[in-house]
């Protein structure tokens, strides 16, 4: 999507392109599409918002914003940019396969970085 945005892409040509790269079957891509552009996706739209609107103990400033639990909180924003390493490192108990494949390729992008700098 901010591939798309970056083309200023109109939002119908921005889900071809979208789906195109992620190899969506055409019948999921055609069922995706017709549940966000019709009567479901709108009801399901509404809903979101009257949750988004309803948000305790502090209201929503802007959007996209996190829920844990159903709690909202203001301190919760600063992981906008690292949302999944702050869940990995909130999970408690074993740690999810995703965890942990995450987990090694951001060091390995660490050491590259590292190397890199050195040179």
């Known amino acids: 999507l901010e591939e798309a945005a970056k083309l200023k892409m109109d939002p119908d040509a921005a889900f071809l392109l979208c789906s195109k790269k992620k190899k969506l079957d055409q019948t999921l891509s055609i069922a995706i599409y017709k549940c966000a552009n019709g009567v479901e996706g709108d009801l399901i739209q509404l809903q979101m918002a009257e949750i988004t609107e309803n948000v305790k103990p502090h209201p929503h400033y802007f959007v996209p914003w996190i829920l844990i639990n159903d709690l909202s909180t203001a301190q919760l924003q ?42």
């Open 78 to 119: 600063i992981y906008q940019n690292g949302l999944f390493n702050f869940l990995c490192d909130w999970h408690r108990g074993s740690v999810p396969k995703g965890c942990a494949e995450f987990t090694n390729l951001f060091k390995q992008r660490k050491n590259l970085q590292v190397y890199k700098d050195q040179k």
